[in-house]
């Protein structure tokens, strides 16, 4: 089921060596960042407790070249600039439109959760940042989906999701990804900077199998301080790393991407029993991003607004929308 073949080339480029190195002094200190991703936080009226219904992440990011066999790595992988290690973990909590009954509807999206933790390289130059990272974790009810869900409505009051017991079986989770991103810098409007950052991303594995290429436009002061706001896969990211080259620096941002999908768990169901639910995936998803981010006193503060297209047939949304939020901190 997973589709091999069209995501090496592109793998293979993201990762070719890149020498210019980055004009920064090194960065140190280590990022904390926790993240939420809902329809609750969204600026628009959502469509809560349907398809992509929420996100949590916790990252942890170490400083440039901070641990020394990683920046030997990064050395040997890319050639100069500087390497940071990133851990996180992080849940994704997928339902159907119809969350009130039971047995669910077999033509709408599958109740299932995904649970993962996450390592990678976070490899910037003066213009480029790479990332690379593998994914270990569980799909399925050992994710803890309908516990975090459903806890969550008892606590504020709200009506359970009725056809938890319907999700995806336990199945293993790993996943690649590899993204290399450019930051082009554009005309300066008086103290306002604009820049683009075009972005090529492949990922592989038993969640989903993608390549995605877009970019983003910002404008705002001290645009060099991060490589745009971070996303939990799939989708632009950004990263956690920052390093503020101001006391206070900021920027709004719009931005679109294109996936071609081969393969989503989520979707298409187990990949190891042919009896799990499933609907047939759409190959071409398309997002539309804006947001804005916020850095000072060693935080960044940053938030996101999707609109996704249909991921699969008989979908009942037309532009899924939801909010992304997320607080980062140096210590």
């Not at 480029?13 to 090194?26: F, G």
């Not at 469509?47 to 990683?70: C, E, H, I, K, N």
Request: aromatic share 10%; charged share 15%.
């Amino acid at each position: 089921m997973l589709r091999w073949t069209w995501c090496v080339p592109l793998a293979a480029a993201l990762a070719a060596p890149c020498t210019a190195r980055s004009a920064q002094p090194l960065d140190t200190d280590s990022i904390w960042t926790i993240q939420v991703e809902n329809d609750a936080v969204s600026t628009l009226h959502g469509t809560s407790d349907q398809y992509y219904t929420s996100g949590l992440r916790l990252g942890w990011t170490s400083g440039q070249d901070a641990v020394g066999p990683v920046a030997a790595l990064g050395q040997t992988i890319w050639g100069g600039g500087t390497t940071r290690l990133s851990l996180e973990i992080s849940q994704s909590i997928f339902t159907p439109h119809d969350t009130q009954i039971s047995p669910p509807d077999p033509h709408d999206r599958p109740y299932a959760g995904i649970l993962i933790g996450t390592a990678g390289l976070v490899h910037d130059t003066a213009d480029t940042r790479d990332l690379v990272s593998v994914s270990l974790g569980v799909i399925g009810p050992s994710a803890l989906a309908r516990q975090v869900q459903n806890g969550f409505h008892d606590l504020i009051g709200d009506t359970e999701n009725r056809g938890w017991h319907y999700q995806l079986p336990d199945q293993p989770a790993f996943q690649i990804v590899g993204q290399r991103t450019y930051r082009m810098p554009l005309v300066q409007l008086g103290p306002v900077e604009t820049d683009v950052l075009p972005s090529a991303t492949a990922s592989i594995g038993d969640i989903r199998d993608y390549v995605q290429l877009g970019g983003i436009l910002r404008f705002g002061q001290g645009l060099s301080s991060d490589f745009g706001t971070p996303r939990i896969e799939p989708g632009l990211n950004g990263s956690d790393a920052y390093t503020a080259v101001r006391p206070i620096a900021w920027y709004g941002f719009a931005g679109v991407d294109g996936q071609a999908v081969g393969y989503d768990v989520t979707l298409d169901g187990s990949t190891f029993r042919s009896d799990s639910r499933n609907v047939q995936h759409r190959w071409d998803v398309g997002e539309l991003e804006a947001g804005a981010a916020l850095m000072a006193f060693g935080l960044r503060l940053t938030y996101t607004q999707t609109w996704q297209t249909q991921e699969f047939r008989h979908a009942r949304s037309g532009l899924f929308n939801f909010g992304s939020v997320a607080l980062s901190a140096k210590f």
